[in-house]
C-alpha cells in the first residue's frame, strides 16, 4: 500500500530516535502511578482492589492519548508550518488519502507502545488485566481517535501556538476530567454529561472494565468507533483541500 511511505518515514524518525523517544514517554505517566497510586493511593480504600490497580488503566489511556495525539500534531505541524515538508507528499504519487492514513495509523502504533511500556512497569508492580483482548483492542481505538485528531488539527491550525491552545483547552481537560482518576459517576449531572461526551471517557469505561474483567460497555465501542470514522473522514478530507496544506 501507499501508505507503507509513510509508516517507513514515521518508523525511520522514531528509530533514531528510539531512547528519547521511550525516556520521554515514561516520565509523566509513571510520575502519576507512583504519586496517586503507590503514594496517595495508600489512604483510599476501594474493598477488592488497590487504587493502584484502579489507576493502572486510567493512566494507560492517557498515556496513549496524548502519545497517540502529540505524535502525529507535532510531526504534521512541523512539515507543515516550520519544515516546508509536507508538500513533498501532495505532489508526489501517493493518493491523498493514504498521507491521512499512513500518519493516523503510525501514531497510533505510538500511542500503543506508549501505553505498552507503561503497563508492562504496572504488571511488574503487581497489576493484571483479567481480559487483555478487550483491553488492548479498546486502546487502540483510543489511539486511533487521538492521532486522526492530532492529523486534523494539525492540518487546520495557522501557527505552532494554535496547536499549543487546543491541547491546553482540549487534550489538557480530557486527561483529568475524564475518568482517569476517579470515578465520574461522582460529578454533577451538568459535568458528567458534557465529559460523557468526550471520548476518552469511554476508552478509560472500556480499558478499566477489561481490566476487572468487566462486562464489555458495548455503546462505548460504538461511540469510539465513531469518533474514529468521523475524524478519519475529516482529515482525508482536509488533506484534498489545497488551501489549507
Known amino acids: 500500500m501507499e501508505m507503507t511511505a509513510i509508516l517507513w518515514r514515521e518508523w525511520m524518525f522514531f528509530k533514531s530516535r528510539f531512547t528519547k523517544i521511550t525516556s520521554s514517554q515514561l516520565i509523566s505517566p509513571l510520575l502519576y502511578l507512583v504519586t496517586f497510586g503507590l503514594g496517595f493511593g495508600k489512604v483510599i480504600d476501594l474493598g477488592e482492589y488497590s487504587y493502584f490497580h ?10 496513549s492519548m496524548r502519545s497517540a495525539y502529540s505524535g502525529v500534531s507535532v510531526r504534521v505541524s512541523m512539515s507543515r508550518l516550520q519544515e516546508k ?10 493518493k491523498t488519502k493514504n498521507i491521512a492514513l499512513g500518519y493516523i495509523v503510525a501514531g497510533s502504533l505510538r500511542g500503543m507502545y506508549a501505553a505498552m ?3 508492562a512497569v504496572a504488571f511488574i508492580a503487581g497489576s493484571r488485566i483479567l481480559n487483555p483482548g478487550i483491553f488492548f483492542l479498546s486502546m487502540a481505538m ?3 481517535v487521538f ?3 492530532g492529523f486534523f488539527t494539525a492540518a487546520s491550525i495557522d501557527t505552532h501556538y494554535d496547536l499549543n491552545r487546543f ?3 482540549v487534550i489538557t481537560p480530557m486527561s483529568f476530567l475524564c475518568g482517569t482518576f476517579f470515578d465520574v459517576d461522582g460529578l454533577p449531572a451538568v ?3 458534557i465529559i460523557e461526551i468526550m471520548p476518552l471517557t469511554h476508552s478509560v469505561r472500556l480499558m478499566r472494565a477489561a481490566a476487572f474483567g468487566r462486562n464489555t460497555y458495548w455503546f462505548s465501542v460504538v461511540v469510539l468507533l465513531v469518533y474514529i470514522l468521523v475524524l478519519t473522514i475529516m482529515s482525508i478530507r482536509i488533506c484534498y483541500d ?3 496544506i
Not at 515538508?85 to 501517493?94: D, K
Open 191 to 193: 459535568m458528567r454529561n
Open 85 to 94: 515538508s509536507f508538500e513533498n507528499y501532495i505532489i508526489s504519487p501517493i
Open 54 to 63: 484502579y489507576l493502572a488503566p486510567g493512566i494507560a489511556a492517557m498515556t
Open 167 to 169: 491541547s491546553t483547552y
Open 147 to 149: 492521532s486522526a485528531l
Open 242 to 244: 489545497e488551501g489549507r
Open 117 to 119: 511500556l507503561l503497563m
Open 142 to 144: 483510543n489511539t486511533l
